[in-house]
Every structure is written in C-alpha cells, then in structure tokens.
C-alpha cells in the first residue's frame, strides 16, 4: 500500500500575522478530527480511520497547533538540533509556516544527542531532533494518537493525555491495600527507549500513514561531538513521537497478565447429595505501567517468581530486557519506590508517602542554592523558592505528607537562619530572627520581606509553608476513559475543574477568577487545567491605570498570553 503521507503534511495557505491566527476555531477542528478516529477506531472500521488520519496529517490547523507546540508549548523549544535552528519570534513561525511545503519529509536529518543529569548522578541521552522533523513528528502524533487512546490498556499511565503519576499511585493502592496483593516485581528496564526494537514498533503499528517517515526517524542515527551514529534499535528520548512509540511497543503486557487467573472457592452449597462449592475466577497478577517502569503484583512471592521469566521472555521478543540491580521482588512490608513515591503496608494497611531520598535531595539542592546566593534580597530568595515549594507540595498533597510536609518545613527554617547569619556574620540568632521571621497563624517562624507593589506600595511577602497544603485524595481515572472519547467531555471537565478547585485556595482572588471565567482559558477556549502553564493577566494594564482588582484579571495559559499581547503590539505598531 503506497503512503503518499510524505508530500502533503499540511494543507497550502499562505499566513501573514501570527496574531491573526484563530485559536479557538484551529483547536476546534483538529479535535473533531481526533474524537471521529476515536470514534471509527472504537467501532473497528479501520478504512474510516485511515482516511481521518491522512485527513488530520493535511490538516492546516494540524501544522498551525504542531509549530505552536514545539515553539511555544515544549520544554526543548530553546534546545536546537543539528540545524542549529530556533524559532523565537511570531515572524519566525509565520516564516516557517509559509515555508512548510519546501519541507522534504524523505529527507531526516539525524538528531543531536546531547546529555541531561539524572538523580542516580548518571547522565540521561537525549537526541533532539531537527525544528522541522519535531514539527511532522507533532503533526504524525496528532493522527496517530487517538486511534491508540481508544486501543490502549487501562492500567498504562505515561506520557498519555488525561493520565498522569498520580493515576497509577492510586492504581498501586487499589491492589495493595486490605492485604489484597502483597508481593510486588518491581521491575526496571534497562535503557528501554534506546533498545526497542524498531521490527516490533513498526509491526504494531501496521499500515498506517506515516508509517515510511515513522521509520525514517528511527533510523536517522543521531550525531555526537561530530561523529554520526547509526540507529539500529531504540527510539529517542527527545523526540515529540517518541513517547507514544514507546507505549504502543510496550502495550499488551496488562491484557497478556489477564490471560493467568486464580479460582477462589467459597461458600459450600447443598443439592440433594451433593455438596458444592461456590467458586469464581479473578485476575492473578495486578499491573501498573508509567512509561518503562512497571509494577506486577499478586498474592505470594510463588506467583512472582513463576511469572518473572515469562515476563523477561516478553519482553525479550520487542528487543528489551530487565536490569537485573534495580528489579527486585519485594513483600509490601518492606515498602517500595515508585514515581517518588513510599508504598508500603503497615499492619496491613497501605500508606503512601513522599520518597525519603527524594525529600533529602530536594532539600540539598535548596541548601546548595542559598549557600550560592548569600547576597540575595530575601524578597528575591522568596520569589524563587515559592514556585519550587508549591510545585513539590502539590505533587505529594495525595499521599500521607503531612509529617514530611512539616519535616520540610522545619529544616527550610534551619536553613534560611542560616542564609540570613551569613548576610550579618557578627550578628546572633537573637538578632536575625524579628528582622527576617514574622507570625502567620500562629505560626512565628514565616520568612518574610518587605517590597513594593507595582504603584510603590509596601506589602509584606512570605515563603510558602508546605504544612499549610490541604491534603486530598486523588481520584482515578477511571477504565480506558481518554480525552479523545467524544462521549466523555462532561466527566473530563469535571474532572478538571475539580483539580482546579483543589489548585487554588477555596475563596482566594485566583480561585474567584478562575470561577468567573468559568475554569476556561478565553482565548483557546480550552479547560485552564488541561495540562498547560497559565499566567494571569490584566485586562487593562498597570501602566494604564488598571488594577489588581478581581475584575480586572483573568488566567490564560502561557502561549494565550503571549498570543493577547503580541496582538497589542500588533494594533500599537499600526496606531
């Protein structure tokens, strides 16, 4: 079957403003595009979704969102690739967009491999792609996912929409707790996205188009310090596609761990003369995958130790295998790490709680940035912490944080003493303490600084207390629910709204804001929690005599933002 995918990545238009784009009406269409694979994906009519997929891949909006999100939206925007390309500006992007049909697809360009730290003080590679093959991986992405969404296993939580660690925590105790399973594999596979095999990945994914470029990519080879590398397995980290190659190559072990159940007798029945026993059948082993790391639990270490091989064996046949230093087979009272996490049971009741080794290194790493910026204004020393301290507070507010919470608060004051000792060196504790510690709640040992509003107001600035986080039980998503469902839009509002409503302090002016607006990002017309950062905004700016006042701010996600005043300039330029 001929896939002709490669010549038409996007419909012809010619675009002169970034600002003129539409966004509401470009995110509208890709997603009918998406929810009708879903749809046809659903009901098996495989001719359908193909012709949707090239449909989407022809898509002008389709390239319009992929060069929003690799340029504005990634992580790796200001990473270029072997090109040395980046685009920063809104005439970049029109450039790039205007110039997409000189784009040859049959022509990769290897990726660049650079390296970035990891906790185990080890160094994770990465090969970054050129700008305009991260650009037709986005768009090929954007077709592929959502026939996959409707195929994927339940119990896979990575790099999938909708899903996130937190799910696959809550999957953890689901089959942990009450003493349900109480053996777990902990398994880690060694160097999983560079060894999977490229036969297997192109198997699975069967005739689909895109399918010449998907190979194309795998085989691109990356360079490193000027030397070319060839690509015979493995798919880089780095790469937009590369995480939903992963869990399509990986997909299968849940339903393949189905296959073994367990008969469970129960009550005995008297007919005539007969005696009978109840029996139904349930699943053996538990599964919980996020990304490569996956657990396997079940009852009795014989039933891990019996499933292990068949495992490695599967493994084996997508060209994987398990590291054998980091999997173990562990009994829950022992406890376990996962995704940052402690799982552990205690008396037969399951706890989750923050990971000691994570907690110390945040800690470290906080101590070693102070030690480095003594001369700081504490208002400054606040401004950054702050984000640091929230963001780690509302990753573990699901789990039993409430003594690590405290823990970490009590050492952040040890260590700011200890900054502000440093700044007054013939100064004592008696001293330092009023002048950089003041009182909230109760509460005397709340870093503090004094500045000024944006109208040379003085306010008073705290450091974010992390005992001050409600704690709050993370629900699940729930089956193989996936944003792409079009059946499933109210539950997935609603279940957005509802982390915005855990997001913001109940009756806060960020929360009120977020209610007013009807939890919707105006510009994009999307959930403001659907994944991405969001700023809030003044509707009239302060150098124009607005005001920090309710009605006068809105949240808008960070490209939305910068869409609103690229616009401004816009229309200034014109005046």
Not at 99 to 106: A, C, H, L, N, T
Not at 133 to 151: F, G, H, T, Y
Not at 311 to 340: C, P, Y
Request: aromatic share 10%.
């Amino acid at each position: 079957m001929k896939d002709r995918v490669q010549q038409d990545i996007g419909a012809k238009e010619t675009l002169r403003e970034w600002s003129d784009i539409d966004w509401k009406t470009v995110i509208k269409k890709v997603k009918n595009l998406r929810q009708r694979i879903y749809r046809a994906t659903q009901e098996k009519q495989w001719n359908k979704v193909r012709s949707l997929q090239k449909l989407l891949i022809r898509c002008h909006s389709n390239l319009l969102l992929s060069v929003q999100r690799v340029t504005q939206t990634n992580q790796g925007k200001r990473t270029p690739g072997v090109d040395g390309k980046l685009i920063k500006t809104p005439q970049d992007r029109v450039k790039l967009v205007n110039q997409w049909e000189k784009y040859k697809p049959w022509k990769v360009k290897p990726a660049k491999r650079i390296y970035i730290p990891k906790a185990n003080g080890k160094n994770r590679p990465l090969g970054i792609p050129t700008i305009d093959d991260r650009i037709a991986q986005a768009v090929i992405k954007n077709a592929l996912e959502p026939s996959w969404e409707a195929r994927f296993e339940q119990n896979s939580y990575g790099f999938r929409p909708g899903r996130s660690c937190h799910d696959a925590i809550e999957q953890c105790f689901a089959r942990l707790q009450n003493n349900r399973d109480t053996w777990v594999l902990d398994a880690d596979i060694r160097g999983a996205f560079d060894n999977i095999s490229h036969k297997s990945i192109l198997k699975k994914l069967g005739q689909v188009p895109g399918r010449k470029l998907i190979k194309q990519w795998l085989k691109a080879g990356y360079i490193e310090t000027n030397v070319f590398h060839k690509t015979e397995s493995g798919t880089p980290q780095g790469g937009i596609i590369s995480p939903l190659l992963a869990n399509i190559a990986l997909d299968g072990m849940d339903d393949w761990l189905g296959n073994f159940q367990k008969t469970k007798f129960g009550k005995i029945y008297q007919y005539g003369k007969k005696k009978v026993h109840s029996k139904h059948k349930y699943r053996k082993y538990g599964f919980i995958r996020y990304a490569d790391d996956f657990l396997i639990t079940a009852e009795s270490k014989e039933d891990i130790e019996e499933i292990l091989p068949k495992v490695i064996e599967w493994l084996a046949e997508r060209g994987l295998q398990l590291n054998q230093e980091k999997t173990q087979i562990k009994h829950i009272s022992e406890g376990i790490n996962f995704l940052g996490f402690n799982i552990r049971q205690y008396q037969g009741k399951c706890l989750i709680k923050p990971q000691k080794e994570k907690l110390r290194e945040k800690l470290r790493e906080i101590k070693s940035w102070l030690y480095e910026h003594p001369n700081l204004k504490p208002g400054a020393v606040i401004k950054v912490l702050n984000p640091i301290l929230r963001g780690w507070a509302n990753y573990y507010k699901h789990g039993v944080s409430s003594r690590s919470f405290n823990y970490f608060d009590h050492r952040m004051v040890k260590m700011l003493i200890k900054w502000a000792k440093k700044r007054h060196p013939n100064k004592g504790s008696e001293w330092v303490v009023p002048r950089y510690f003041g009182r909230i709640k109760g509460d005397h040992w709340v870093f503090k600084a004094i500045s000024q509003d944006r109208k040379g107001n003085k306010k008073v600035e705290y450091i974010y207390k992390m005992a001050s986080t409600k704690i709050t039980r993370h629900v699940k998503v729930k089956g193989k629910a996936s944003p792409d469902d079009p059946t499933l839009q109210n539950y997935w509002d609603k279940r957005r709204t509802g982390y915005g409503k855990t997001y913001f302090a109940r009756g806060s002016k960020l929360y009120k804001i977020a209610e007013n607006q009807k939890w919707q990002c105006p510009v994009c017309g999307e959930h403001l929690f659907n994944g991405e950062k969001f700023d809030t905004h003044h509707k009239i700016e302060v150098m124009e005599g607005g005001n920090d006042e309710i009605e006068n701010l809105i949240h808008l996600h960070k490209k939305c933002h910068l869409h609103i005043h690229s616009e401004k300039k816009k229309v200034s330029k014109k005046a």
